[in-house]
């Protein structure tokens, strides 16, 4: 069962959310738990595996972006999403650069596109994300086919087996 945390500091909301995602989600596929303050957010996050975070942006204490960056770093493989009713570019920019926000939902969201994008985090893979180091592998083996196939010698050389000194014929 994937879990998900919810920090808003309005009830009403983390309320309605709840009820939206318990509607159409079961007791065997989501386990949602709620958090009126960002720190206590933190508390819980070192306490137990989430598998997603929801955030709002605006909150006393301890802003969403904050958030979601240091929950970033404790655990890059929560998928972080940012709940909000600002949406200026500066807001969108920083949950995106700081904390690698996954999907950004407004206030107030349409239930469709909420529904979606919780499925969409729930489905997403951390680990499919290629590393800077392997796009680059790609990249360089997309131009000269083999030019990543390297074979090193046990001083740490490099091999090149179609450069290797011939011996002489006695």
Known sequence: MKQLLIVDDETAVLHALRR???LHFGPQQLGVEVCLDPLQALRRLHERHFDVLI?????????GVALLARAREFDPRIVRMMLSAAADFGTLLAAVNR??????????????ELLADVRAALAFDPY???SAYELERRRLEALEPGITQVDWGPNGEVLMP?????????
Not at 55 to 63: F, V
């Open 128 to 130: 499919a994300i290629p």
């Open 20 to 22: 939206v995602l318990q």
């Open 162 to 170: 179609d450069c290797l000194p011939r011996r002489p014929r006695p």
């Open 99 to 112: 904390a690698g926000v996954f999907r950004f939902i407004p206030k107030p969201w349409s239930e469709p």
């Open 55 to 63: 955030s709002d942006y605006r909150m006393p204490g301890l802003d």
